[in-house]
């Protein structure tokens, strides 16, 4: 437990303000001994293996500090290495990232309830309220192209980017609230969405810090479901607290009641996060385990191989990566390019989606505000049933497939896109002509969880398969991912209430299931033209 506590923020803070008395590594110890500590080097034959990412580095560089300096870990069994942590430790962790997914992405559709109170109180059309959204969209897209290769920084680390800007996130949740014009209310719910997006491209990238690919796919599958989760549930909560939440000195309009408790959910969850997630990332942990190692030893030679790369960058190369790299990885890729394009239509597609269930529930059924939130658990639904299948497959068939090494084609990884890009149109097709007052509301409810099956198959191919293909950019291409979703998950919900109002639910719906059927091609056609894939 000891361990677990001292890696995390808590114990960081605990051990800077006791001056590293409290909460002490093996290498501050006196009574236990070092490798390092008879003789400061390591002969190349009797070191350990290395870290499960060092082989990145050209062997030419590591010889420029050949005299075996080489601070690594301490044999394939080193307990600090997050793959070799237990495995309650490993699902504490997933846990965590998985609450801070939903406490982020709930951020987005939490607000939706909120559109009709926002335009009466600045006097704005709906259209202009829904920016509310779409502006939060847009930042937690934004947010990842650099909050997500700044992870990636030896000496900074995950934990302290997930920290840092859930606190933000939390903190600006109340001037958000206080909004005194539209505007301010629209950059603040912008800022919001930049400052709370990390975990959503770098949580991929902590399940990769924990787990080996083979096991891999199972936490990214559960993290997926957190994903579904946030918006599923956000208009549920936000329903309900607009349409029963009083009207008080404090809280002066209904549409302050969801970002009251999205800074409450937040806050809740930056606590369980101070307490209790520890760094995850090798790179920092190699990072300050060096450190202290030269603080032992007096050997100032002593480094890390994350040190010895980051020393190799210049300022331009360290831009060009948090800044540049994920953009140019995004759009000059083909194969980054057309999936990363596939999962920002089904984003915006669901965006869209959205829009038309208060035309359903509300103007065909009667649904109060708070029932409203109630329709979109069938999403929810979906996404859980589709799990057991899933993980059924991955253990029968995939696993069975990565060689010794624990490599697969990445390709593999596409398979489920196969069956998962036909539920998006059928869906849309179920809810659009099952959506009408004279059939009962549970026909289009369930219609919409073929939604959350077909999305569910589709992310978790594409987002096992970008990590598997460029692992040694896995937070770069995630970003650039997050990005192309966040924007048209962003713009498509603009134009949505017109659509719906001129085409009507049915026909509306179905010019989607069409757009989505002309993408279906797109993973057969990747995975057919790989030359990775051997032939069948």
Known sequence: MSALIRDTAFGQLVRLLTRKRIFQYDEERTDVPSPYDSANVIEKNEYPSRAPDSDSTDLPELEKHANENLV?????????????????KKFLVTAEICLLTVSIYSGSSIYAPAVESVSETFGVSTVAAILGLTLFVLGYGLGPMIWSPMSEVPYIGRMPVYIATLAVFVALQGPTARSSSFGMLMVMRFLTGFFGSPVLATGGATCADLYTPAKRTYAIAIWGVAAVCGPALGPVIGGYVTE???????????WEWPIYTLMWIGGACLIVLFFALPETSASNILFRRASRLRARTGNSKLMSKPEIDAQAMSTRD???????????????EPMVFLLNLYIALIYGLLYIWFESFPIVFIGMHGFTLGQLGLAYLGLLVGALVIVPPFFWWMHR?????????????????????????????????????SSSPDIHWIMPIIGSAWFSMGAF?????????????????IPSVLAGNDLMRASFGAGFPLFANAFYTKLGVGWASSVLAFISI???????????????????
């Open 244 to 254: 029963y939440g009083p009207i008080t000195s404090t809280f002066r309009a209904s």
């Open 457 to 473: 198959l589709l992310f978790m191919a594409i987002l096992n398969y970008l990590p598997d293909a460029y692992p040694n950019h």
């Open 72 to 88: 690594d870990w301490y044999g394939p069994n080193d307990p600090e290495n997050p793959m070799n942590w237990s495995t309650a």
């Open 397 to 433: 068939y995939l696993e069975p497939q990565f060689d010794e090494n624990g490599e697969i084609y990445p390709e593999k990884r596409l398979i489920p896109c196969f069956v998962g890009a036909f539920f998006i149109p059928i869906c849309l097709f179920w809810f659009g002509w």
């Open 518 to 536: 002309a993408f279906i091609p797109i993973p057969f056609v990747l995975y057919k033209a790989s030359p990775s894939v051997p032939d069948h």
């Open 318 to 332: 360290i831009l060009n990566m948090t800044l540049i790299h994920p953009f140019t990885l995004n759009f000059t």
